[in-house]
């Protein structure tokens, strides 16, 4: 199993992105997506995570302005950002816990996308 994280870059503080994460591989079914972010001397955060039946948990400092959402039949995973700000600015990794086709668990991280804030 294998995530790609793309969709970063650099954007003017309010200005918005949509990061995309893909899953490929054998996949029998994936239960929790989510997204992480990592800014320089900061540990891995949560930023949102989303179940397979689309229920969603965000981290305070992002509810309002970014929107998590998932395609299952895909095996995608996205996260909608508005009215980012330079505090935003990180590296976003998504992360996909689940079942092989040979119903052995996996929990993976893609590669991460860097998300620039700043004017």
């Known amino acids: 199993v294998q995530l790609q994280a793309s969709g970063g870059g650099l954007v003017q503080p309010g200005g918005s992105l949509r990061l995309s994460c893909a899953a490929s591989?054998?996949?029998?079914?994936?239960?929790?997506m989510g997204w992480y972010r990592q800014a320089p001397g900061n540990e891995r955060e949560l930023v949102a995570v989303?179940?397979?039946?689309?229920?969603?948990n965000y981290a305070d400092s992002v509810k309002g302005r970014f929107t998590i959402s998932r395609d299952n039949a895909k095996n995608m995973m996205y996260l909608q950002m508005n009215s980012l700000k330079p505090e935003d600015t990180a590296v976003y990794y998504c992360?996909?816990?689940?079942?092989?086709?040979?119903?052995?668990?996996?929990?993976?991280w893609g590669q991460g996308t860097q998300v620039t804030v700043s004017s």
């Open positions: 992360n996909a816990v689940g079942f092989t086709a040979s119903l052995q668990r996996f929990d993976y």
């Open positions: 591989g054998s996949i029998f079914r994936i239960n929790v």
């Open positions: 989303i179940s397979s039946s689309g229920s969603t």
